[in-house]
Every structure is written in C-alpha cells, then in structure tokens.
C-alpha cells in the first residue's frame, strides 16, 4: 500500500492546470458504448477510477486507442456480453461507483444490462434507486440473481415517458439520460440533475445524433432516435480539483495561478471560498489566488454564523465541503459546516481535532470550526485517508502544518487526482509516495 510522506510548511507558487473532469469522464466514456462507431474523447484525466473503468470497457470488448496523453477512441462495435455474467465482472464492478455508469447504455443499446453493486467512496449510504425507478419508468424489468448478488434489468423496447425522479441524482440521471435517447417516442425528466458533468454528456449524445432539449436545466427532453454515430467530445477542467487548488493556495500559497479553469462552469464554487474570505481574481479563464496573510470569514446579512452547506447544483456540490472545511480551520472567524448529503463524510475531522484544529462535530452532517486565523499552525500527523476528498483535506493540512505528516491509503486520494505529488512539488510542496 502507497502513503505520502509530507513535509509541511512549504509554500505554493506557480501555476497550476487542472485536469479533465473525473466525473464527466466516467459518464461520457461509459456513453461510446451506445453506438458501433468511434467516438474521440480528449482530456481523459489519467486517475485510477477512470483507468479502471477503460480496462472494464476493454474487458467487454470495446476497442480502445490511445493518441496521446488523456485523448482516446473507443470503438464498441464488437462486444462480448457474456462477459457481464462473469463473477470477474461483478468484482472489478465493485471496486469502483462509475461502473454503474455502464447499465443505462447497455440497456438502451442491448436491452439487457447487469447491476452488480458499485464501488466508490465509502461516505455514506448511497443507494440507487433512482436509476432503478427511471428504468422501470421506460419499461424495464429487473430479476435478482442471489448467486452473484446482481440485479437483472430486461427490456425488450424501452418506451418515453415523463417521470419525476425522487432525487436529482448524478449517476441516475446521466443512466437515465443514456438508456432513453434510443427509446421509442419521447422521455421527459423533471428534477433531473444538471452539473456540467451531465450539460456535457448531453452534449456529446447529440453530437452522436441523439435529440435532447433542456440541458442545464433540471427539465430535460429526449427525442428518442434510432440509432448514435461517431463523435468527438472534449472533457472539461475538474472543479473538484479547482475548487482543492483554491484551498491548497488560501493555505499555503504565495501567489497561485490556476490555469484554464472553464469559469463559466464552475457555479458558485469560487464564491464558497469568497465566503470563507479567500481572495479569488479572475484573469480570463485562470483564477488566481493571492498570497493573504488572513482571511476573514464572511458573516450573513442578519449577522448571524456563517453556513456553508451542499446541495444539488447549481447549489455548492458536497464534493468540496471537505476541503472548505480543512481551509476554514486557518480563517479567521467561525463557520458552520453543513454536509447534508453524505451522512459519513465529516468524520475525517477527528485526525484535523488531532491536528490542533478546533472543531465541534455537532453531529455526522455538522461541524462548527473555529478559525486558528494562523496564528497557529496544525501539528503533523499520521492519518489515513478515508476518501478521496477527505483525502485531499488532509493533504492540504499535512501541507500547511509544522512537521512531517504520514498519510496511508492514498490509493483513495489516487481516484481522483492525476500525478497529484509530483504537481504539487513542481509549484513548492514537498511530498514523496512511499511504498509502505
Ligand atoms: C461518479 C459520480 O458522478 N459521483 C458523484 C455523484 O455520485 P452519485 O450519482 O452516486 O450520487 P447521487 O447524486 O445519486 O447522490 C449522492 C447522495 O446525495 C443524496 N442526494 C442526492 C440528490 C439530492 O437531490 N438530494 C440528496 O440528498 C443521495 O441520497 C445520496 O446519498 O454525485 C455525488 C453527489 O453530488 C458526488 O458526491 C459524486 O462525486
Ligand atoms: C464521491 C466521489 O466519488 P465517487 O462517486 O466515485 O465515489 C467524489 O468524487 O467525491
């Protein structure tokens, strides 16, 4: 197992380029599936989740090319289904959550497709019944295979309809999106979900010929077709990473420039941390952040405690509560940390506690925090990460703390972040991976 080793207190200067979008990535790969033709995607992150994912695609029979660094074809003309009712398949499908990405273009391509349960973070329940409600919607039957512990989903034609999903679900939404462009007559989905991960997605299925209206929105229409072509689509900048970058340069920056960051997409995500009194200037399409001695946390209007909470975009996305949470504990104030959606994803506090941060887990959604203002630094320590974001927080406190941190278990960290250390080093930081 790899750890990295992290000699705190060196500061950041430089520029920095984010990588492609893990979360769009695993969508708009698993969507090459819906036609014989190629489809050309450019800015593929090389991160471990997604790489998984390309080997299961290739393990189905998709051909995949690659041209360059993060720029790919898949050609899934010849596939071999069998392959889905392997007991391999249903292991490598646990091992990461974009594998259940797969089910909505195996269903509207094939009409059959396999559920096995997905891995991912482990951060709280996360269940799946909305895909499951919006493949019933379109007419699909699902059996339980206790054997594999697998669901079965059939559908001999998957029919348009209008369905109000019980959550704006990502994956659901993107599955659901996938399995109806080819169905018969229309499909109308209403409290779909609308991050730039899905806006692209639609993107890239009309450039194959599908039909969908509504992008952006959480109203979306499809027009189903008869059959995708061949496409090319470009991945944008992963927010995530922006929004860790901006937190890694309020910390410990003297003066980052985050490089092509596709502002218009990243919502509201740069003023969470204005809240937090980070200072952001935009320069064209590179954020930079300053060098601050201190930043003050913004209070409301009514003057009461500052909250920063998740919710569905184009609300704050929960993916970034961890990191905010981590800069907060160098601000200068009091903030209330809210993470509705994920009930097991604040825990990580604790090793923050050990740290010498000062902050009260209310409960597994809350954490008030109590700025240092830096007038004291967060002590090393030995941690382990417990998911990827997590993960990213304790870097950027192992980062800005006095002494040397030991963080294991970074394959989590590895998820989600390409060539984290050696990026990170090329601008300041001093992190080595360690084989332990
Ligand atoms: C591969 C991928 O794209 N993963 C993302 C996707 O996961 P994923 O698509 O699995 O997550 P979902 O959007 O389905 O839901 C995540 C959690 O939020 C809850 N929920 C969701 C929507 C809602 O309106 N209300 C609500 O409470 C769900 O019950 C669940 O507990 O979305 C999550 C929520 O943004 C992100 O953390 C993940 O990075
Ligand atoms: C929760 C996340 O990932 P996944 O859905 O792949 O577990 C994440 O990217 O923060």
């Known amino acids: 197992m790899e750890s990295f ?52 695609l290739q393990d189905i029979g998709v051909k995949v090319t690659r041209h360059h660094r993060g720029d790919y074809t898949f050609q899934a003309d010849e596939l071999n289904l069998s392959y889905l009712d392997s ?66 989903i059939e559908a001999e034609q998957l029919k348009g309809c209008y369905m109000l999903l019980d959550e704006a679900s990502i994956t659901g939404t993107a599955n659901i999106i996938m399995a109806a462009v080819t169905a018969k007559g229309t499909t109308t989905i209403y409290n779909a979900a609308c991050e730039p991960y899905i806006q692209q997605l639609c993107h890239l299925l009309n450039a194959m010929g599908a039909n969908i209206s509504g992008i952006a929105s959480n109203l979306i229409t499809i027009v189903g077709v008869e059959r995708l072509h061949g496409a090319s689509h470009m991945v944008l900048p992963d927010m995530i990473e922006v929004g860790s ?3 890694m340069a309020a910390m410990v920056g003297d003066g980052v420039r985050i490089k092509n960051v596709s502002l218009q997409n990243l919502g509201i995500i740069p003023d969470a941390f204005r809240r937090l009194g980070v200072k952001i200037q935009v320069e064209g399409d590179d954020l930079i952040v300053p060098y601050q001695p201190h930043y003050v946390v913004d209070s409301f209007i009514d003057g009461t405690i500052m909250t920063l909470s998740d919710a569905p975009w184009p609300g704050l996305t929960p993916d970034l509560i ?41 409960d597994p959604h809350r954490a008030v925090v109590v700025g240092h203002d830096h007038k004291m630094k967060l002590r090393a320590g030995r941690m382990t990460s417990p998911d990827i974001r997590a993960g990213i927080a304790l870097l950027i406190a192992a980062m800005s703390s006095q002494g040397t941190s030991h963080i294991a278990n970074i394959a989590q ?24």
């Open 5 to 56: 080793i992290i000699e705190g207190g060196h500061r950041l200067k430089g520029t920095i380029t984010p990588q492609g979008a893990k979360n769009e990535a695993l969508e708009v790969i698993c969507a090459t599936l819906l036609t014989t033709e190629p489809v050309r995607i450019k800015n593929i992150p090389d991160i471990l989740d997604v790489n998984n994912l390309i080997i299961l």
């Open 245 to 247: 970058f901006i937190g």
């Open 322 to 362: 961890s990191v905010l949470l981590v800069v907060a504990t160098q601000a200068r104030g009091s903030v209330l940390i809210h993470q509705k959606m994920f009930e097991s994803r604040l825990f990580f506090v604790d090793k923050l506690i050990d740290m010498g941060a000062q902050i009260i887990l209310c």
């Open 87 to 152: 007991l391999q398949f249903v292991q490598k499908c646990s091992s990461l959550r974009g594998s259940v990405l797969l089910i909505g273009p195996l269903l509207g391509r094939f009409g059959k497709a396999i559920v096995a349960k997905p891995g991912g973070d482990k951060i709280g329940r996360r269940r799946l019944d909305t895909h499951f409600l919006g493949f019933k919607y379109l007419g699909a039957k699902f059996v339980r295979d206790p054997e594999r512990d697998v669901f079965r």
């Open 413 to 436: 960290i590895d998820r989600g972040y390409e060539d984290i250390e050696n990026r990170l080093n090329a601008i300041g930081a001093c992190i080595k991976r360690v084989n332990d």
